[in-house]
């Protein structure tokens, strides 16, 4: 048989808990899952293999919201997110996450993942962010999948390697019922009955195109195309405010981000082209893009990460994490470049547009328990729509979705679904294979991200988010008519395609719904330039009904943690003043 041959054939399988994402959030949720009922049939689905997916496949350079006691509260850290996520909030899951997190990182150390301690065995903990300390670096974070792959072995969870799932099944009564997956090497299709779901399938990291060009020269994990947000949606999960949305700022040319936030505890900062600091605190927020975005446009751009003050000592600890963990390549561009930190400034860029809610707080819409708007449908990590959670984020959620997940099988039984759902499904998914010429994938997501460029880029202006959708529903007719799929590889960039043009869509209708402007640079209309809190300080939650795309509000739950009213902006406060 060839390589990537297209074999036709269906199975059927059922268990207790189905994972969909082997990534970071996918395997803590398993394996809480089934520590929680180690009777429970727990399966754990991947497109690429769990060994190296997701996006900390070749690791992590640390915790950016480490909540240690001793360095910070969870009252602090839930009124820092809450700040800096301009209030809209729903505080209750992230003081759950804050509470839960250092169990987990003693978890994380207890499976042999090393983090930064102090001459006295206690944490080294940094500041980044305005009010507490959160950053811990890891210097083996390469060791982390591994060791979380070992876990799984240990816990006898079933991994299925190269299945992509394509849409959830819904019961008859609403519940969650299962998921149709395709064999990414074969396309051979697989039927998985669960009475829980949890979605863990990253961030839409693939929506727009970075500067470079290169199709999956991303900020995020490129193989994180937002297929995730698209399967939530066509199963009618409501998704939150996915007109904030991600834009990092990353080094020029390089698909990866200058890390202030591993930096500017050591003393580095972002500076202007006079070598001026132009912003108080170098973490992520939509305000601090905005500044960052306006100094680009200004004439005292470009922007760069200023090490060369810093002693030498210092930049070999810097480097040492930076080059060798998280991105190995990112020393060798640097070396390809002629960068030397010790003399030169490092250029900075801004990333393609995404959804993410672990950088931002665009995601499928959960309560703390991670659950969504479906019945036995769970979501977490970057996908999911707690704010800023990062990584340790999507551990520590992935863990309450589990151990929720089989709570919620073992009370409920299968539901009952329509059979015709599997066949629909199947034609839908192989009609690109059936087609003998027409247009191959690659060429259809390269014109529809383009477009997210052309349009969609903030600062949104209506009359392009108008011309966009127009445009784009031109591509997606060429989609549904004409692509074509020669082999399952090409079945599996067919599949992701057509997830990319579902979050387009989503991101052109929640950014025209919400009629005001916040988050900084996230969400900047033209057409709106205030904030509006009379009006629009709530949840946006977009969803599918009666099959068409829907918009309403959701108000913003009662916060947890009280937020005086001189703290509320202290994020819009980024720029620095010149003083007299």
Not at 150 to 168: D, F, K, P
Not at 417 to 434: N, Q
Not at 439 to 448: L, R
């Amino acid at each position: 048989m060839a390589m990537d041959e297209i074999v036709d054939g269906l199975s059927e399988v059922s268990c207790d808990v189905l994972v969909i994402g082997g990534g970071t959030a996918g395997p803590m949720a398993a394996l809480k899952a089934k520590l929680k009922n180690p009777k429970a049939n727990v399966v754990l689905l991947e497109k690429a293999n769990v060994k190296r997916s997701g996006a900390i496949s070749m690791g992590m350079d640390g915790l950016n919201n480490a909540v240690i006691p001793g360095y910070a509260t969870p009252e602090q850290y839930t009124k820092e997110i809450t700040i800096a996520n301009d209030g809209i909030v729903d505080q209750k899951a992230v003081y759950k996450y804050a509470q839960n997190c250092y169990k987990i990182i003693e978890e994380l150390d207890s499976f042999g993942i090393r983090f930064l301690k102090n001459e006295n065995g206690d944490y080294a903990v940094k500041k980044v962010h305005h009010i507490g300390t959160y950053v811990l670096p890891m210097p083996n974070g390469e060791t982390v999948k591994k060791a979380i792959y070992r876990q799984l072995r240990r816990a006898r969870i079933l991994i299925s390697n190269r299945y992509m799932a394509t849409r959830l099944l819904i019961g008859n009564d609403g519940r969650v019922a299962g998921a149709i997956s395709v064999n990414t090497r074969t396309a051979e299709f697989l039927v998985i009955k669960a009475k829980a779901v949890i979605l863990c399938m990253g961030a839409a990291g693939r929506l727009g195109l970075p500067t470079s060009g290169y199709m999956f020269g991303t900020y995020e994990n490129a193989a994180n195309s937002g297929d995730g947000y698209a399967m939530a949606y066509h199963a009618g999960a409501a998704l939150a405010n996915l007109e904030c949305f991600q834009i990092n700022p990353l080094i020029k040319d390089y698909n990866g981000p200058a890390c202030a936030y591993v930096a500017g505890p050591f003393g580095a900062f972002t500076a202007n082209n006079e070598g001026s600091r132009f912003i108080e605190c170098d973490y992520w927020s939509g305000q601090m893009m905005l500044e960052f975005y306006n100094e680009l446009l200004s004439g005292k751009g470009p922007v760069f990460l200023q090490l060369k003050h810093l002693h030498d000592e210092t930049i070999k600890e810097i480097e040492s994490t930076l080059h060798k963990v998280e991105r190995p390549t990112r020393g060798l561009f640097q070396k390809g470049r002629g960068t030397d930190y010790r003399t030169e400034s490092i250029e900075m860029h801004i990333s393609e547009i995404g959804f993410c809610s672990g950088h931002s707080a665009s995601g499928v819409f959960v309560d703390d328990f991670a659950r969504t708007t479906v019945p036995g449908l769970y979501a977490a990590g970057d996908m999911a729509s707690v704010p800023h959670n990062y990584m340790l984020g999507a551990f520590t959620n992935g863990s309450v979705a589990g151990t929720d997940a089989t709570e919620f099988a073992d009370n409920h039984d299968f539901a009952d679904f329509d059979s015709a759902d599997i066949a629909k499904e199947r034609e839908r998914v192989m009609a690109p294979t059936k087609r003998e010429d027409g247009i191959p994938p690659n060429q259809i997501e390269y014109k529809a991200r383009r477009l997210v460029n052309d349009y969609l880029q903030p600062p949104k202006v209506t009359r392009k988010f108008e011309l966009g959708q127009r445009r784009l529903s031109e591509v997606r007719d060429d989609m549904t008519h004409r692509m074509i799929a020669r082999n399952s590889h090409e079945l599996l960039r067919a599949l992701e395609t057509q997830s990319i043009l579902d979050c387009a869509d989503m991101a052109a209708h929640a950014s025209l719904y919400r009629e005001e402007s916040r988050w900084g640079l996230y969400h900047l209309r033209t057409d709106f330039p205030d904030k509006d809190n009379e009006n629009w300080f709530c949840h946006t939650l977009l969803s599918k009904k009666e099959g068409r795309m829907t918009s309403e509000k959701r108000e913003v739950q009662p916060y947890v943690v009280p937020i005086a009213d001189d703290e509320k902006d202290l994020y819009d406060k980024q720029r620095i003043r010149a003083s007299a």
